[in-house]
Protein backbone atom coordinates (compact mmCIF):
# COMPACT_ATOMS: atom_id res chain seq x y z
CA UNK A 1 0.00 0.00 0.00
CA UNK A 2 2.55 2.73 0.92
CA UNK A 3 4.02 1.44 -2.59
CA UNK A 4 1.49 2.81 -4.37
CA UNK A 5 0.76 5.67 -2.03
CA UNK A 6 4.12 7.56 -2.95
CA UNK A 7 3.78 6.21 -6.47
CA UNK A 8 0.30 8.35 -6.47
CA UNK A 9 1.94 11.09 -4.67
CA UNK A 10 4.82 11.24 -7.43
CA UNK A 11 2.91 10.85 -10.48
CA UNK A 12 0.44 14.09 -9.07
CA UNK A 13 3.64 16.36 -8.94
CA UNK A 14 4.35 15.24 -12.13
CA UNK A 15 1.16 16.73 -13.70
CA UNK A 16 1.45 19.59 -11.72
CA UNK A 17 4.75 20.50 -13.52
CA UNK A 18 3.08 19.21 -16.88
CA UNK A 19 -0.67 22.17 -15.65
CA UNK A 20 1.59 24.49 -14.98
CA UNK A 21 1.96 26.35 -18.34
CA UNK A 22 4.59 27.77 -19.70
CA UNK A 23 7.01 28.85 -17.18
CA UNK A 24 9.00 31.22 -19.60
CA UNK A 25 6.24 32.94 -21.20
CA UNK A 26 5.91 36.53 -21.86
CA UNK A 27 2.51 38.26 -22.40
CA UNK A 28 2.06 39.46 -25.35
CA UNK A 29 1.65 43.03 -24.66
CA UNK A 30 5.53 43.23 -23.88
CA UNK A 31 6.58 41.10 -27.01
CA UNK A 32 7.50 43.29 -30.45
CA UNK A 33 7.54 41.07 -33.55
CA UNK A 34 8.74 42.80 -36.53
CA UNK A 35 8.29 42.34 -39.93
CA UNK A 36 10.95 43.58 -41.85
CA UNK A 37 14.78 44.21 -41.07
CA UNK A 38 17.13 47.18 -42.69
CA UNK A 39 20.88 46.27 -42.98
CA UNK A 40 23.18 49.18 -43.62
CA UNK A 41 26.65 49.67 -42.96
CA UNK A 42 28.21 53.25 -42.09
CA UNK A 43 31.77 53.35 -42.12
CA UNK A 44 33.04 50.65 -40.40
CA UNK A 45 29.58 50.02 -38.47
CA UNK A 46 26.32 47.48 -38.85
CA UNK A 47 23.28 50.12 -38.85
CA UNK A 48 20.16 47.98 -38.42
CA UNK A 49 16.50 48.98 -38.89
CA UNK A 50 13.72 47.00 -37.67
CA UNK A 51 10.03 47.94 -38.49
CA UNK A 52 7.73 46.58 -36.39
CA UNK A 53 3.97 46.75 -36.50
CA UNK A 54 2.03 48.62 -32.92
CA UNK A 55 -1.88 49.48 -32.19
CA UNK A 56 -2.17 52.91 -31.57
CA UNK A 57 -5.14 54.42 -29.28
CA UNK A 58 -7.54 53.63 -32.26
CA UNK A 59 -6.90 50.02 -32.30
CA UNK A 60 -5.63 50.78 -35.89
CA UNK A 61 -2.47 49.01 -37.12
CA UNK A 62 0.65 51.56 -37.31
CA UNK A 63 4.41 50.59 -38.28
CA UNK A 64 6.96 52.46 -35.74
CA UNK A 65 11.24 51.88 -36.81
CA UNK A 66 13.62 51.25 -34.48
CA UNK A 67 17.27 50.86 -35.23
CA UNK A 68 20.97 50.51 -33.70
CA UNK A 69 24.30 50.29 -34.77
CA UNK A 70 27.40 48.06 -34.04
CA UNK A 71 30.74 46.29 -35.13
CA UNK A 72 28.58 43.47 -36.60
CA UNK A 73 25.20 42.90 -37.25
CA UNK A 74 24.41 40.42 -34.00
CA UNK A 75 25.96 43.61 -32.18
CA UNK A 76 23.87 46.35 -33.80
CA UNK A 77 20.47 43.98 -33.09
CA UNK A 78 21.79 44.38 -29.11
CA UNK A 79 22.66 48.08 -29.57
CA UNK A 80 18.87 48.08 -30.70
CA UNK A 81 16.81 46.23 -28.40
CA UNK A 82 17.95 48.29 -25.32
CA UNK A 83 16.35 50.62 -27.23
CA UNK A 84 12.99 49.49 -27.05
CA UNK A 85 10.99 48.41 -23.55
CA UNK A 86 9.43 45.18 -25.58
CA UNK A 87 11.08 41.94 -26.02
CA UNK A 88 11.76 41.46 -29.52
CA UNK A 89 10.91 38.03 -31.91
CA UNK A 90 12.87 38.23 -35.14
CA UNK A 91 10.66 34.42 -35.69
CA UNK A 92 8.27 36.98 -37.78
CA UNK A 93 10.58 39.16 -39.94
CA UNK A 94 9.06 38.18 -44.03
CA UNK A 95 11.02 40.77 -45.91
CA UNK A 96 15.09 41.67 -45.25
CA UNK A 97 15.90 44.65 -47.34
CA UNK A 98 20.00 45.64 -48.01
CA UNK A 99 21.95 48.15 -48.98
CA UNK A 100 22.84 47.72 -52.56
CA UNK A 101 26.69 48.66 -51.62
CA UNK A 102 27.07 45.88 -49.40
CA UNK A 103 25.93 43.50 -52.68
CA UNK A 104 28.85 45.27 -53.80
CA UNK A 105 31.27 43.95 -51.51
CA UNK A 106 29.45 40.66 -51.02
CA UNK A 107 27.10 39.52 -48.69
CA UNK A 108 28.38 36.15 -47.57
CA UNK A 109 29.06 37.01 -44.28
CA UNK A 110 25.92 38.93 -43.16
CA UNK A 111 23.72 35.31 -44.61
CA UNK A 112 26.00 33.66 -42.85
CA UNK A 113 24.97 35.56 -40.11
CA UNK A 114 21.58 35.10 -40.60
CA UNK A 115 21.60 31.02 -41.25
CA UNK A 116 23.72 30.71 -38.02
CA UNK A 117 20.93 33.10 -35.31
CA UNK A 118 19.24 30.30 -33.70
CA UNK A 119 15.71 33.35 -33.42
CA UNK A 120 16.53 33.91 -37.37
CA UNK A 121 13.90 32.32 -39.72
CA UNK A 122 15.15 31.25 -43.18
CA UNK A 123 12.40 32.17 -45.03
CA UNK A 124 12.10 35.81 -45.30
CA UNK A 125 12.34 37.30 -48.87
CA UNK A 126 15.54 39.30 -49.84
CA UNK A 127 15.61 42.37 -51.81
CA UNK A 128 18.65 44.90 -52.51
CA UNK A 129 17.34 49.22 -52.22
CA UNK A 130 18.66 51.56 -54.01
CA UNK A 131 17.91 54.14 -51.70
CA UNK A 132 19.76 55.65 -48.04
CA UNK A 133 18.15 52.54 -46.04
CA UNK A 134 16.40 55.15 -43.56
CA UNK A 135 14.83 56.96 -46.08
CA UNK A 136 13.53 54.22 -47.67
CA UNK A 137 12.02 52.99 -44.37
CA UNK A 138 10.52 56.27 -43.32
CA UNK A 139 8.93 56.79 -47.02
CA UNK A 140 7.50 53.24 -46.75
CA UNK A 141 5.99 54.34 -43.15
CA UNK A 142 4.74 57.12 -44.22
CA UNK A 143 2.92 55.81 -47.30
CA UNK A 144 1.23 52.77 -44.94
CA UNK A 145 0.27 55.76 -42.68
CA UNK A 146 -1.42 57.59 -45.69
CA UNK A 147 -2.80 54.94 -47.81
CA UNK A 148 -2.72 51.90 -45.83
CA UNK A 149 -1.43 49.50 -47.91
CA UNK A 150 0.29 46.96 -46.11
CA UNK A 151 3.75 45.55 -46.92
CA UNK A 152 2.78 41.82 -46.01
CA UNK A 153 0.68 42.20 -49.43
CA UNK A 154 4.45 42.52 -51.56
CA UNK A 155 5.16 39.05 -50.11
CA UNK A 156 1.78 37.30 -51.26
CA UNK A 157 1.97 35.33 -54.65
CA UNK A 158 -0.06 36.58 -57.44
CA UNK A 159 0.52 40.40 -56.53
CA UNK A 160 1.78 42.02 -60.32
CA UNK A 161 5.09 43.00 -59.26
CA UNK A 162 5.84 39.32 -58.82
CA UNK A 163 5.72 38.16 -62.39
CA UNK A 164 9.28 40.63 -63.10
CA UNK A 165 10.68 39.55 -59.76
CA UNK A 166 12.95 36.51 -59.10
CA UNK A 167 11.53 36.45 -55.47
CA UNK A 168 14.16 34.88 -53.45
CA UNK A 169 13.87 33.78 -49.54
CA UNK A 170 17.14 33.96 -47.07
CA UNK A 171 17.84 30.30 -47.68
CA UNK A 172 17.81 30.27 -51.14
CA UNK A 173 20.11 33.21 -51.11
CA UNK A 174 22.50 31.08 -48.97
CA UNK A 175 22.30 27.92 -51.41
CA UNK A 176 23.22 30.02 -53.99
CA UNK A 177 26.25 32.10 -52.78
CA UNK A 178 27.88 28.15 -51.83
CA UNK A 179 26.39 26.50 -54.54
CA UNK A 180 29.24 25.34 -57.49
CA UNK A 181 26.97 25.43 -60.41
CA UNK A 182 24.04 28.10 -59.90
CA UNK A 183 23.51 31.55 -58.59
CA UNK A 184 21.42 33.45 -57.66
CA UNK A 185 19.23 36.87 -58.70
CA UNK A 186 17.57 39.32 -55.59
CA UNK A 187 15.41 41.83 -56.62
CA UNK A 188 16.17 45.89 -56.59
CA UNK A 189 13.64 47.77 -54.98
CA UNK A 190 12.96 51.45 -53.64
CA UNK A 191 10.13 53.17 -51.58
CA UNK A 192 7.13 54.90 -53.99
CA UNK A 193 4.72 57.51 -53.14
CA UNK A 194 1.60 55.48 -53.85
CA UNK A 195 2.70 52.30 -52.70
CA UNK A 196 4.99 50.69 -50.46
CA UNK A 197 7.84 49.62 -53.22
CA UNK A 198 8.76 50.03 -56.47
CA UNK A 199 10.67 47.06 -58.40
CA UNK A 200 13.79 48.13 -61.05
CA UNK A 201 15.13 44.81 -61.42
CA UNK A 202 17.25 42.37 -60.00
CA UNK A 203 20.96 42.23 -58.90
CA UNK A 204 23.28 38.82 -60.18
CA UNK A 205 25.47 37.64 -57.34
CA UNK A 206 28.23 35.26 -57.96
CA UNK A 207 29.80 33.91 -55.18
CA UNK A 208 28.35 36.75 -53.02
CA UNK A 209 28.94 39.56 -55.22
CA UNK A 210 26.89 41.70 -57.24
CA UNK A 211 28.74 41.26 -60.84
CA UNK A 212 25.71 42.66 -63.21
CA UNK A 213 22.11 43.47 -63.37
CA UNK A 214 18.98 42.49 -64.87
CA UNK A 215 16.40 44.72 -66.06
CA UNK A 216 12.65 43.71 -65.75
CA UNK A 217 12.13 42.03 -69.15
CA UNK A 218 15.53 40.03 -68.33
CA UNK A 219 14.34 38.67 -64.98
CA UNK A 220 10.81 37.85 -66.86
CA UNK A 221 12.98 35.83 -69.52
CA UNK A 222 14.80 34.11 -66.48
CA UNK A 223 11.18 32.81 -64.95
CA UNK A 224 10.37 31.47 -68.02
CA UNK A 225 13.60 29.66 -68.11
CA UNK A 226 13.22 28.75 -64.52
CA UNK A 227 9.63 27.33 -65.79
CA UNK A 228 8.33 29.79 -62.72
CA UNK A 229 4.41 29.38 -62.62
CA UNK A 230 3.97 32.91 -62.07
CA UNK A 231 4.89 33.92 -65.82
CA UNK A 232 1.51 32.20 -67.02
CA UNK A 233 -1.19 34.86 -67.81
CA UNK A 234 1.46 37.57 -68.64
CA UNK A 235 1.65 40.12 -71.04
CA UNK A 236 4.69 40.41 -73.26
CA UNK A 237 5.00 43.76 -75.60
CA UNK A 238 7.01 42.50 -78.83
CA UNK A 239 6.85 46.11 -80.08
CA UNK A 240 5.36 49.80 -80.10
CA UNK A 241 2.01 48.42 -81.04
CA UNK A 242 1.95 44.68 -80.27
CA UNK A 243 1.30 43.04 -77.16
CA UNK A 244 0.36 39.52 -76.48
CA UNK A 245 -0.54 37.67 -73.45
CA UNK A 246 1.46 34.01 -72.45
CA UNK A 247 -1.47 31.61 -72.06
CA UNK A 248 0.79 28.23 -72.08
CA UNK A 249 4.30 27.68 -72.10
CA UNK A 250 6.85 24.62 -71.88
CA UNK A 251 10.65 24.56 -72.01
CA UNK A 252 13.44 22.04 -72.78
CA UNK A 253 17.23 21.71 -72.61
CA UNK A 254 18.83 19.09 -74.97
CA UNK A 255 22.63 18.62 -74.63
CA UNK A 256 24.98 17.38 -76.74
CA UNK A 257 28.95 16.66 -76.16
CA UNK A 258 31.32 16.70 -78.73
CA UNK A 259 34.35 15.71 -76.93
CA UNK A 260 35.26 19.10 -74.53
CA UNK A 261 32.45 21.31 -76.03
CA UNK A 262 29.07 21.25 -75.16
CA UNK A 263 26.45 22.18 -77.34
CA UNK A 264 22.80 23.53 -75.45
CA UNK A 265 19.54 23.87 -77.54
CA UNK A 266 16.86 25.38 -75.20
CA UNK A 267 13.36 25.10 -77.04
CA UNK A 268 10.66 27.23 -76.18
CA UNK A 269 7.00 26.40 -76.74
CA UNK A 270 4.02 29.16 -76.17
CA UNK A 271 0.58 29.11 -76.31
CA UNK A 272 -0.63 32.88 -76.64
CA UNK A 273 -3.82 35.26 -77.31
CA UNK A 274 -3.30 38.60 -79.19
CA UNK A 275 -3.95 41.32 -76.60
CA UNK A 276 -3.41 44.33 -78.75
CA UNK A 277 -1.76 44.97 -82.09
CA UNK A 278 -2.13 47.05 -85.55
CA UNK A 279 -5.38 45.86 -87.69
CA UNK A 280 -2.76 45.35 -90.65
CA UNK A 281 -1.16 42.35 -88.87
CA UNK A 282 -2.11 39.03 -89.02
CA UNK A 283 -1.84 35.93 -86.81
CA UNK A 284 1.21 34.51 -89.01
CA UNK A 285 2.98 38.02 -88.54
CA UNK A 286 2.23 38.31 -85.01
CA UNK A 287 3.32 35.07 -84.42
CA UNK A 288 7.10 35.61 -86.33
CA UNK A 289 7.95 38.49 -84.64
CA UNK A 290 7.33 37.30 -81.08
CA UNK A 291 9.89 34.30 -82.06
CA UNK A 292 12.17 36.23 -83.20
CA UNK A 293 12.21 38.99 -80.20
CA UNK A 294 12.01 35.85 -77.32
CA UNK A 295 15.05 34.40 -79.55
CA UNK A 296 17.11 37.21 -79.68
CA UNK A 297 16.36 38.58 -75.88
CA UNK A 298 16.98 35.09 -74.91
CA UNK A 299 20.52 34.46 -76.48
CA UNK A 300 20.87 38.00 -75.21
CA UNK A 301 20.97 37.38 -71.54
CA UNK A 302 22.74 34.41 -72.00
CA UNK A 303 25.71 35.70 -73.77
CA UNK A 304 25.27 38.40 -70.74
CA UNK A 305 25.52 35.76 -67.99
CA UNK A 306 28.15 33.58 -69.97
CA UNK A 307 30.49 36.76 -69.71
CA UNK A 308 30.18 37.29 -66.18
CA UNK A 309 30.68 33.74 -65.20
CA UNK A 310 27.27 33.86 -63.29
CA UNK A 311 24.03 31.29 -64.02
CA UNK A 312 20.74 32.35 -62.95
CA UNK A 313 19.22 30.25 -65.51
CA UNK A 314 19.84 26.54 -64.05
CA UNK A 315 21.66 25.76 -67.16
CA UNK A 316 25.04 24.30 -65.48
CA UNK A 317 22.44 22.35 -62.60
CA UNK A 318 20.88 20.44 -65.39
CA UNK A 319 24.51 19.15 -66.61
CA UNK A 320 26.42 18.81 -63.46
CA UNK A 321 26.21 15.27 -63.18
CA UNK A 322 28.57 14.51 -64.91
CA UNK A 323 31.47 16.08 -63.50
CA UNK A 324 33.36 15.44 -60.32
CA UNK A 325 33.48 16.84 -57.39
CA UNK A 326 37.09 18.81 -58.30
CA UNK A 327 35.15 19.76 -61.73
CA UNK A 328 32.56 20.97 -60.24
CA UNK A 329 34.58 23.91 -58.26
CA UNK A 330 36.02 25.38 -61.78
CA UNK A 331 32.54 24.36 -63.67
CA UNK A 332 31.21 28.14 -63.91
CA UNK A 333 34.89 29.71 -64.68
CA UNK A 334 36.05 26.91 -67.03
CA UNK A 335 33.31 25.11 -68.71
CA UNK A 336 29.93 27.12 -68.42
CA UNK A 337 31.73 30.26 -70.11
CA UNK A 338 32.25 28.04 -73.65
CA UNK A 339 28.84 26.40 -73.59
CA UNK A 340 27.49 26.76 -77.08
CA UNK A 341 23.73 27.98 -76.36
CA UNK A 342 20.98 27.73 -79.89
CA UNK A 343 17.53 28.66 -78.98
CA UNK A 344 14.23 27.51 -80.79
CA UNK A 345 11.42 29.43 -80.51
CA UNK A 346 7.58 28.44 -81.77
CA UNK A 347 4.68 30.32 -81.03
CA UNK A 348 1.05 29.30 -81.26
CA UNK A 349 -1.83 32.16 -81.18
CA UNK A 350 -5.04 30.32 -79.64
CA UNK A 351 -7.05 33.38 -80.00
CA UNK A 352 -7.37 36.93 -81.39
CA UNK A 353 -9.62 38.88 -79.59
CA UNK A 354 -13.32 39.06 -80.46
CA UNK A 355 -12.90 41.82 -83.17
CA UNK A 356 -15.13 41.32 -86.46
CA UNK A 357 -14.52 43.24 -89.97
CA UNK A 358 -17.57 45.52 -89.52
CA UNK A 359 -17.81 46.78 -92.83
CA UNK A 360 -21.44 46.69 -94.20
CA UNK A 361 -21.11 43.74 -96.43
CA UNK A 362 -19.41 41.13 -94.05
CA UNK A 363 -21.34 42.89 -91.07
CA UNK A 364 -24.60 41.75 -92.79
CA UNK A 365 -23.60 38.05 -93.75
CA UNK A 366 -22.36 37.53 -90.30
CA UNK A 367 -25.39 39.67 -88.98
CA UNK A 368 -27.93 37.34 -91.10
CA UNK A 369 -25.55 33.96 -89.78
CA UNK A 370 -26.05 34.80 -86.19
CA UNK A 371 -29.73 34.99 -86.92
CA UNK A 372 -30.09 31.57 -88.50
Request: proline fraction near 2%.
Given at each position: ?KRN????????FI???LLSGCW?S?DI??R?T?????????E??F?V?L??????????R????V?????????????????????I?L?????I?L??K????G???I???????R???ATPTV??T??????Y???MIS??Q?V?VPI?????KQ???????PEVS?W?????I??????I??????SN?N???????????KN??????L??????L????????N?IK?F???D?????E????D??YD??H???EIDLTI?L?F?M??A?A?D????E??Q?K?E????K??????????????D?????N??R?N??H??????LDE??PN?NVN????AV???????????N?????WDKQ???
Amino acid sequence: MKRNHWTKIIISFILLVLLSGCWDSRDINYRSTPVLMGVTKEEDLFHVFLVIPVSVVSEQRNLAKVDGKGATIVDAIEQLKKKIETTIDLEHIAFIVLDEKLGEEGIERITNTFIRMRDMPATPTVAFTTEEMETYIDQMISTFQKVGVPIFGFLEKQTGWEIYDPEVSLWEVYRGIHSFTSDIAIPIIKSNENLEMDYSGASVLKNGKAVTTLNSLEVLLMNLLNNEENVIKTFITIDETTDVELVERDVEYDYTHHGDEIDLTIQLEFVMIVAEAEDHLNDEAIQKKFEEKVEKDTLKLVKKLQDKHADVLGISNRIRKNYTHEELKRFLDEIYPNINVNVEVDAVIENNGKLRNLNNDDFEDWDKQNQE
